[in-house]
C-alpha cells in the first residue's frame, strides 16, 4: 500500500488565511470564518508545494495505527483515536485574554502540568509536535494533538472500534482497487501493513456522515489511508483557478486538497477557506463504482454476526454503482 505523510500535526492553509466577521445568524456559533487570501503562504513555498502530492482531503475522524501492548503480553498493531489534550477552564481563559491582546500564540506562557485537563494514562502525544525539555508544547489553539488506543469494546469509541478486527489483525479500509484507478474497493487489511499511518474513518455516525453512507439502522463505517486517493489535473496554484476547479469540475466535489510535499509536510485548502459550501449533495467519492473484495481465504475467521466484517463477506465480490448503494442487512 502507497503511503505518503502521516497527520500528526494542525495543517496550515497552501494561503495566507484572514479571519473576517460573520453576520450570518445561522453561524452564531462561530461568529468568524477564516477565508484564504491569494497569497501562497511561506509554509507551502519552503515545503515546495509545487512539486507536492495533491490529494483528496476526506471527511471524517483521524486515527492511526501503531503497536499498543494492552492487555496481552506482546504489543501488537493497534487503531488509536485522536483526542487532543484541551487546557481546563482557567487555563483557557487566560490564554483567550492573551490571545485577545495580542495577534497570535507566541509569548504565551503554558504550565504543561497544571493548565490540562487529564487524559487516560495510555494517551500519548502525536509524533510530530513540538517539544520542550522532553515535554510536548501546546500549539497555536492550546491544544496538545495526541491519541488513545481504541479498545475492542470500547462504548466511546465504537464506529472505531467496529472497523478493526484485533484477533485476525485486520481493519476494513477503502482506497482505489489496485487494478482500477477508476474503480473503488473495500476490502479487509492486515493492520500491520497500516503500520505508522494515519487514516480518516468516515461513515454513518461520523462528522455528520457527508458521504451518506449506511444509515441508522444499518451504519457503515469504514477507513481510509491519509493520501489515498490522488487528484490529478489540478489547475495551477492560484485563488481563481482553484476556486472556478472546485466549483465547476465534477473532480472538484471533494471537501478539500492536502499537499504532501517531499519533506513531509502537509499543506491544505479546504472549499470553506475559498467560501464555499461542504458538505454537497453529489460528493465525487459517490462518483465510482465500488467493489467488495475481502481477501478472507487465509484466515480461519469466525465473526460475530453483528460484526461489520461479517456483513461484508455476505456481499463479498459484489460490485455497486456508487458507495451509497451498499445497504447492509443484519
Same mark, same amino acid.
Given at each position: 500500500?502507497?503511503?505518503?505523510?502521516?497527520?500528526?500535526r494542525k495543517m496550515p492553509c497552501v494561503?495566507?488565511?484572514?479571519?473576517?466577521? +460573520?453576520?450570518?445568524?445561522?453561524?452564531?456559533?462561530?461568529?468568524?470564518? =477564516?477565508?484564504?487570501?491569494?497569497?501562497?503562504? +511561506?509554509?507551502?513555498?519552503?515545503?515546495?508545494?509545487?512539486?507536492?502530492?495533491?490529494?483528496?482531503?476526506?471527511?471524517?475522524?483521524?486515527?492511526?495505527?501503531?503497536?499498543?501492548?494492552?492487555? =496481552?503480553?506482546?504489543?501488537?498493531?493497534?487503531?488509536?483515536?485522536?483526542?487532543?489534550?484541551? &487546557?481546563?477552564?482557567?487555563?483557557?481563559?487566560?490564554?483567550?485574554?492573551?490571545? /485577545?491582546?495580542?495577534?497570535?500564540?507566541?509569548? @504565551?506562557?503554558?504550565?504543561? +502540568?497544571?493548565?490540562?485537563?487529564?487524559?487516560?494514562?495510555?494517551?500519548?502525544?502525536?509524533?510530530?509536535?513540538?517539544?520542550?525539555?522532553?515535554?510536548?508544547?501546546?500549539?497555536?489553539?492550546?491544544?496538545?494533538?495526541?491519541? =488513545?488506543?481504541?479498545?475492542?469494546?470500547?462504548?466511546? $469509541?465504537?464506529?472505531?472500534?467496529?472497523? =478493526?478486527? $484485533?484477533?485476525?489483525?485486520?481493519?476494513?479500509?477503502?482506497?482505489? /482497487?489496485?487494478?482500477? %484507478?477508476?474503480?473503488?474497493?473495500?476490502?479487509?487489511? &492486515?493492520?500491520?501493513?497500516?503500520?505508522?499511518?494515519?487514516?480518516?474513518?468516515?461513515?454513518?455516525?461520523?462528522?455528520?456522515? %457527508? $458521504?451518506?453512507?449506511?444509515?441508522?439502522?444499518y451504519p457503515l463505517h469504514f477507513l481510509?489511508?491519509?493520501?489515498?486517493?490522488?487528484?490529478?489535473?489540478?489547475?495551477?496554484?492560484k485563488h481563481n483557478d482553484l476556486l472556478?476547479?472546485? +466549483?465547476?469540475?465534477?473532480?472538484?466535489?471533494?471537501?478539500?486538497?492536502?499537499?504532501?510535499?517531499?519533506?513531509?509536510?502537509?499543506?491544505?485548502?479546504?472549499? /470553506?477557506?475559498?467560501?464555499?459550501?461542504?458538505?454537497?449533495?453529489?460528493?465525487?467519492?459517490?462518483?465510482?463504482?465500488?467493489?467488495?473484495?475481502?481477501?478472507?481465504?487465509?484466515?480461519?475467521?469466525? @465473526?460475530?454476526?453483528?460484526?461489520?466484517?461479517?456483513?461484508?463477506?455476505?456481499?463479498?465480490?459484489?460490485?455497486?454503482?456508487?458507495?451509497?448503494?451498499?445497504?447492509?442487512?443484519?
Amino acid at each position: 500500500m502507497n503511503r505518503l505523510g502521516s497527520v500528526q500535526r494542525k495543517m496550515p492553509c497552501v494561503f495566507v488565511t484572514e479571519v473576517k466577521a +460573520e453576520p450570518s445568524a445561522k453561524r452564531e456559533h462561530q461568529p468568524f470564518k =477564516v477565508l484564504a487570501t491569494e497569497t501562497l503562504s +511561506e509554509k507551502a513555498l519552503d515545503a515546495d508545494v509545487y512539486n507536492a502530492v495533491a490529494t483528496e482531503k476526506v471527511d471524517g475522524t483521524c486515527c492511526y495505527v501503531t503497536n499498543y501492548r494492552g492487555h =496481552v503480553s506482546q504489543s501488537q498493531p493497534y487503531l488509536w483515536a485522536r483526542l487532543d489534550r484541551k &487546557p481546563n477552564k482557567q487555563a483557557d481563559k487566560r490564554f483567550k485574554k492573551f490571545l /485577545h491582546s495580542k495577534e497570535n500564540a507566541k509569548g @504565551f506562557h503554558w504550565n504543561t +502540568e497544571e493548565d490540562f485537563k487529564p487524559v487516560p494514562e495510555c494517551w500519548i502525544p502525536a509524533k510530530e509536535i513540538e517539544k520542550q525539555n522532553g515535554k510536548p508544547v501546546p500549539d497555536e489553539n492550546g491544544h496538545i494533538p495526541g491519541w =488513545v488506543p481504541v479498545e475492542k469494546n470500547s462504548k466511546q $469509541y465504537c464506529w472505531h472500534a467496529s472497523v =478493526v478486527n $484485533y484477533e485476525f489483525g485486520i481493519a476494513l479500509v477503502l482506497r482505489h /482497487h489496485p487494478d482500477d %484507478p477508476g474503480v473503488l474497493e473495500i476490502s479487509a487489511v &492486515p493492520l500491520s501493513e497500516l503500520l505508522e499511518q494515519t487514516l480518516e474513518l468516515i461513515g454513518t455516525n461520523i462528522n455528520g456522515n %457527508p $458521504y451518506g453512507l449506511g444509515s441508522k439502522k444499518y451504519p457503515l463505517h469504514f477507513l481510509t489511508p491519509h493520501g489515498a486517493f490522488q487528484v490529478r489535473n489540478l489547475p495551477t496554484l492560484k485563488h481563481n483557478d482553484l476556486l472556478s476547479w472546485f +466549483e465547476d469540475c465534477r473532480e472538484g466535489q471533494i471537501e478539500g486538497i492536502v499537499w504532501h510535499c517531499g519533506d513531509g509536510c502537509l499543506i491544505k485548502v479546504h472549499r /470553506h477557506h475559498l467560501g464555499l459550501c461542504w458538505p454537497l449533495p453529489d460528493t465525487y467519492m459517490n462518483s465510482k463504482p465500488v467493489i467488495i473484495n475481502m481477501n478472507l481465504n487465509k484466515y480461519d475467521c469466525a @465473526f460475530d454476526n453483528q460484526s461489520l466484517f461479517n456483513q461484508f463477506l455476505k456481499i463479498d465480490k459484489q460490485k455497486f454503482d456508487r458507495l451509497k448503494d451498499i445497504i447492509l442487512d443484519v
